[in-house]
């Protein structure tokens, strides 16, 4: 009889499979779309604060040096889109589900959390609006901002808009909307100097819109259309830590079909000679200098934005942001143990954090959503973590390569699906889920940094 599960080749073909479909993906997400993908949330009010964005959900440290689990289902069922979280300086945090239906809260899409990550709450002033995306001012945590991203009736005019809150997330209002405008994302950079990017349907076209108060009047950029390929699919890839007005921009994650600066805050635009054609994130240095991850995971280095340097020792990598003296870098988990490392020249990688370091669901009082939702799903992933993890160098016979600790997974093997197929089997949904996640950050971006420490004391 043939069995329910796939066979160890089997299941290793079909992950390779799925793995390549998994490459057209990460042209389009931020910071890849594979299930070994890590998206770095950086925190320069605390050097010593780790959050890592994952596919199984929202990794955080903690005060005594360990590492915990948000768990996606906190904000929805991730089937279709994988949620994505934000934080700001007092420790606020954003959840956006990506989703109206399938979420905590039916007609919802924007989550909030006050208390590290444990409790969430759907904000007020969005209901039945898609929010694309949202952060806060990095300079003042009461700001935040969001734009939306309703999809398209044929039989009736799209409408989306900008948002603005004024305590902390908690509530907001539209301060601008727009007809036949789809947005794509908002980001704050330096000053109070915010930008969104959003696609224009009719005619077919890329906007950048500046505001320099902090997101309460908007000026709209004409991106020039002679450079774009795919103007529907962009990302504001990075803004200058140092200087506002230097922004760049993405399309389709593919250099040549768009990948623009501009100095003068969008007034003019000049086409980017970049060293990769696939661009999956750009860090910009207050000094001038840069970092790019392209291509197949590949590290880039700057000292001008001009000249790069490949480091070919480097691990695969998603992206990163420069914290402290130092480039912290999300890792590639199917190439790898290690999930973050860091380096400060490109030539020595230290490793931070690798998968299985994590130690369990956030500690969280009993009736939080943390405790009531994730808890429960904590040995099924580990299993699925495990069973990912890459093989050791040593093969078969090398003892290192049975991954769990005696006591470290209790009950895993006996989760509903069954058995060590059950857990390929986890592993080859968590992948497909991973490569089905939509277009909603298209080729990469650094994110702005944001945020305090956003864990337990």
């Known amino acids: 009889m043939m069995s329910r599960f796939p066979t160890g080749l089997q299941s290793a073909a079909l992950l390779l499979a799925l793995a390549s479909l998994c490459i057209a993906s990460a042209v389009d997400a931020h910071i890849g779309a594979g299930a070994g993908d890590t998206d770095l949330l950086p925190h320069p009010g605390d050097a010593s604060a780790v959050l890592l964005e994952a596919p199984w959900g929202l990794v955080v440290s903690s005060a005594e040096g360990g590492y915990d689990w948000v768990c996606h289902e906190v904000l929805s069922n991730g089937v279709a889109e994988l949620p994505e979280f934000e934080i700001s300086r007092d420790g606020v945090m954003f959840g956006v589900a990506g989703l109206l239906t399938g979420t905590a809260v039916p007609n919802e899409s924007l989550y909030r959390s006050t208390d590290d990550g444990c409790s969430w709450e759907a904000v007020s002033g969005t209901t039945g609006e898609l929010v694309q995306d949202a952060g806060f001012d990095p300079e003042d945590g009461s700001i935040a901002l969001a734009v939306t991203a309703n999809p398209v009736d044929p039989d009736d005019a799209i409408r989306n808009s900008i948002l603005r809150s004024v305590d902390g997330g908690a509530s907001f209002a539209e301060v601008q909307g727009y007809d036949g405008r789809v947005f794509r994302e908002v980001r704050f950079g330096p000053g109070g100097v915010a930008y969104a990017l959003a696609v224009d349907q009719e005619p077919l076209a890329a906007v950048l819109l500046r505001s320099e108060d902090g997101g309460l009047t908007w000026a709209e950029k004409a991106i020039p259309d002679e450079t774009l390929e795919t103007p529907a699919f962009g990302v504001i890839a990075a803004i200058d830590p140092g200087d506002a007005n230097e922004v760049w921009l993405t399309f389709d994650g593919n250099a040549e079909d768009g990948a623009l600066r501009t100095a003068d805050g969008g007034d003019s635009f000049e086409a980017l000679d970049l060293p990769a054609s696939l661009v999956l994130d750009v860090t910009l240095l207050p000094d001038g200098g840069g970092w790019l991850v392209g291509d197949a995971r590949q590290l880039w280095s700057s000292a001008d934005r001009v000249v790069w340097t490949l480091h070919e020792t480097a691990p695969q ?127 990469g971006g650094q994110r702005p940094a944001s945020g305090k420490r956003a864990v337990r004391p």
Not at 342 to 370: H, I
Not at 406 to 426: Q, S, V
């Open 317 to 443: 990598v998603w992206g990163g942001a420069w914290v402290d003296g130092g480039l912290r870098l999300a890792v590639n988990t199917l190439a790898h143990d290690e999930a973050l490392v860091r380096t400060e020249e490109g030539a020595q990688f230290e490793t931070l954090l690798t998968t299985l370091d994590l130690q369990g669901p956030l500690e969280c009082p009993a009736g939080t959503t943390v405790a009531d939702v994730c808890e429960p799903l904590w040995d099924n992933l580990y299993r699925v973590l495990t069973l990912m993890r890459p093989q050791p160098s040593g093969g078969d016979d090398d003892d290192s390569a049975s991954p769990v600790e005696p006591g470290a997974c209790d009950g895993c093997g006996a989760n509903t699906l069954g058995g060590a197929g059950a857990g390929w089997t986890w592993a080859l949904l968590l992948l497909g889920l991973s490569c089905a996640r939509s277009r909603r950050r298209v080729g």
